[in-house]
């Protein structure tokens, strides 16, 4: 589905992001994967500071239980069972009407090529193993991909809520560099894998961390500062209230990433010539 | 159909050293980017770069006509590399000013020449040549099927910020 209209989104304010950062905004291309808590809040935020051109990719329809933290989503829209998409598109364009929105009601797997052309990926899933998935798809083309995750853990009867943002550059290290994707987390969650009943997740631990992935974004979109470079991992101690960046940096220091480093790991992973004279067909 | 190419900061500033270094006798040095490609969802090809192969010292051809001529050593190596690697090769070079490069009347003769040549070990993939100036590239690349090279209308340097050349 595509959504676009045409009146002006006034950017004066954020002017010192550099010269052209309005039209550098405008022209970028970003898929946020996973419009819950997260995703929902960097929606927003990207919609305000004057993106041009989002792709929106979650397969669930809002329910009740989701409006303690889904940014936009009311009462009215689980009554009438609209997608997680179609909120968030509504947000955007409430704010931008010029932007131009894709929405995918479907598993990011389904649409995975779309993928392929974004400046800038943000995850926010769930699990693991998609968060592996999609940065395996970023790195093929080159696209900084940016990883949001959030938990609350009960321990010793007290709980503890948590997450991180990561950034995963194609030249930097990856979540498997960074100990985001372990196998003990995969095998964790394989042996998981179908047991019913959501993840607690709150609205303020999501902010935070999506305020956070969408700062890394404006530092790779716009030229705005110059001096040193974000650290790729910052952890939210939702208890205590700090935001830091992580310990494991001190081991990252010049790591160059070996997961992703093959030739193979670039492009199509099942070139053919033809293929362009097939998709030129299509278009 | 656009070809555009990617690259990131880090090897655009590795191939702007190691071409930028001097040469015993060539006025210039030149290189091949190791890449992959994809196609798009518009139907655009997107060549992505990954690293560079350096064309060693000695494979240069004393000729003082042109800024670098490669001898036959530099192109087998680079034949080479591209069948074991599978690897789709642009030749890189670097003309030392700001604003957008074009390819020399020298350019245009050799790489014609020589670029359709990588079809004998890679076929399927498309091999190009790119010239990056200071803030700016220009680029070739010669589609399998397609007897005239197409230029890449789009280069990307990935890195923070990010920036289009």
């Given at each position: 589905?595509?959504?676009?209209?045409?009146?002006?989104?006034?950017?004066?304010?954020?002017?010192?992001?550099?010269?052209?950062?309005?039209?550098?905004?405008?022209?970028?291309?970003v898929?946020?994967?996973?419009?819950?808590?997260?995703?929902?809040?960097?929606?927003?935020?990207?919609?305000h500071?004057?993106?041009?051109?989002?792709?929106?990719?979650?397969?669930?329809?809002?329910?009740?239980?989701?409006?303690?933290?889904l940014?936009?989503?009311?009462?009215?829209?689980?009554?009438?069972?609209?997608?997680?998409?179609?909120?968030?598109?509504?947000?955007?364009?409430?704010?931008?009407?010029?932007?131009?929105?894709?929405?995918?009601?479907?598993?990011?797997?389904?649409?995975?090529?779309?993928?392929?052309?974004?400046?800038?990926?943000?995850?926010?899933?769930?699990?693991?193993?998609?968060?592996?998935?999609?940065?395996?798809?970023?790195?093929?083309?080159?696209?900084?991909?940016?990883?949001?995750?959030?938990?609350?853990?009960?321990?010793?009867?007290?709980?503890?809520?948590?997450?991180?943002?990561?950034?995963s550059?194609?030249?930097?290290?990856?979540?498997?560099?960074?100990?985001?994707?372990?196998?003990?987390?995969?095998?964790?969650?394989?042996?998981r894998?179908?047991?019913?009943?959501?993840?607690?997740?709150?609205?303020?631990?999501?902010?935070?961390?999506?305020?956070?992935?969408?700062?890394?974004?404006?530092?790779?979109?716009?030229?705005?500062?110059?001096?040193?470079?974000?650290?790729?991992?910052?952890?939210?101690?939702?208890?205590?209230?700090?935001?830091?960046?992580?310990?494991?940096?001190?081991?990252?220091e010049?790591?160059?990433?070996?997961?992703?480093?093959?030739?193979?790991?670039?492009?199509?992973?099942?070139w053919?010539?033809?293929?362009?004279?097939?998709?030129?067909?299509?278009? | 159909m656009?070809?555009?190419?990617?690259?990131?900061?880090?090897?655009?500033?590795?191939?702007?050293?190691?071409?930028?270094?001097?040469?015993?006798?060539?006025?210039?040095?030149?290189?091949?980017?190791?890449?992959?490609?994809?196609?798009?969802?518009?139907?655009?090809?997107?060549?992505?770069?990954h690293?560079?192969h350096?064309?060693?010292?000695?494979?240069?051809?004393?000729?003082?006509?042109?800024?670098?001529?490669?001898?036959?050593?530099?192109?087998?190596?680079?034949?080479?590399?591209?069948?074991?690697?599978q690897?789709?090769?642009?030749?890189?070079?670097?003309?030392?000013?700001?604003?957008?490069?074009?390819?020399?009347?020298?350019?245009?003769?050799?790489?014609?020449?020589?670029?359709?040549?990588?079809?004998?070990?890679?076929?399927?993939?498309?091999?190009?040549?790119?010239?990056?100036?200071?803030?700016?590239?220009?680029?070739?690349?010669?589609?399998?099927?397609?007897?005239?090279?197409?230029?890449?209308?789009?280069?990307?340097?990935?890195?923070?910020?990010?920036?289009?050349?």
């Amino acid at each position: 589905m595509k959504i676009s209209s045409r009146s002006e989104l006034k950017l004066d304010r954020q002017s010192f992001l550099g010269e052209d950062s309005a039209s550098l905004l405008d022209a970028c291309r970003v898929a946020i994967v996973g419009l819950g808590g997260g995703g929902s809040h960097v929606a927003q935020q990207l919609g305000h500071l004057g993106v041009g051109d989002f792709l929106l990719i979650d397969p669930d329809f809002v329910e009740e239980t989701n409006l303690n933290r889904l940014v936009g989503a009311t009462q009215e829209d689980v009554g009438k069972g609209v997608s997680k998409t179609s909120v968030t598109a509504r947000v955007i364009a409430g704010v931008n009407p010029r932007v131009r929105i894709w929405t995918e009601t479907a598993q990011w797997q389904v649409c995975a090529t779309a993928l392929r052309s974004c400046d800038v990926i943000f995850g926010c899933v769930d699990s693991i193993s998609e968060r592996e998935q999609l940065e395996t798809v970023a790195r093929r083309y080159l696209i900084p991909y940016i990883d949001l995750g959030m938990d609350v853990h009960k321990v010793n009867g007290e709980y503890i809520v948590g997450g991180q943002v990561a950034l995963s550059m194609p030249d930097g290290p990856c979540l498997r560099c960074m100990g985001i994707v372990t196998e003990r987390a995969l095998e964790l969650e394989a042996k998981r894998y179908g047991a019913a009943g959501g993840r607690p997740q709150v609205v303020w631990a999501n902010g935070v961390l999506a305020s956070l992935a969408v700062g890394y974004f404006v530092q790779i979109i716009t030229p705005w500062y110059k001096g040193q470079k974000p650290p790729i991992l910052i952890e939210f101690d939702g208890n205590t209230q700090t935001v830091a960046p992580s310990n494991k940096l001190q081991y990252l220091e010049g790591h160059r990433c070996r997961h992703f480093a093959d030739l193979a790991s670039l492009g199509d992973p099942f070139w053919k010539a033809q293929g362009i004279e097939r998709m030129e067909a299509k278009v | 159909m656009r070809v555009l190419f990617k690259i990131t900061e880090r090897l655009l500033g590795e191939v702007k050293t190691q071409l930028g270094r001097p040469h015993p006798f060539a006025s210039e040095r030149v290189g091949f980017l190791l890449c992959r490609v994809g196609l798009l969802d518009g139907g655009d090809l997107i060549i992505l770069s990954h690293s560079l192969h350096d064309v060693a010292d000695e494979d240069y051809i004393d000729d003082s006509t042109v800024g670098a001529m490669m001898g036959p050593d530099a192109i087998r190596k680079a034949l080479q590399v591209a069948y074991r690697q599978q690897a789709s090769m642009f030749h890189v070079h670097l003309h030392l000013h700001q604003g957008r490069p074009g390819f020399s009347r020298t350019d245009e003769r050799e790489t014609a020449r020589f670029v359709p040549d990588f079809w004998n070990v890679q076929p399927e993939l498309p091999h190009g040549a790119i010239v990056f100036s200071g803030d700016s590239a220009c680029g070739k690349c010669w589609i399998p099927g397609r007897k005239a090279p197409a230029e890449i209308s789009r280069f990307g340097v990935v890195g923070i910020p990010s920036r289009r050349l």
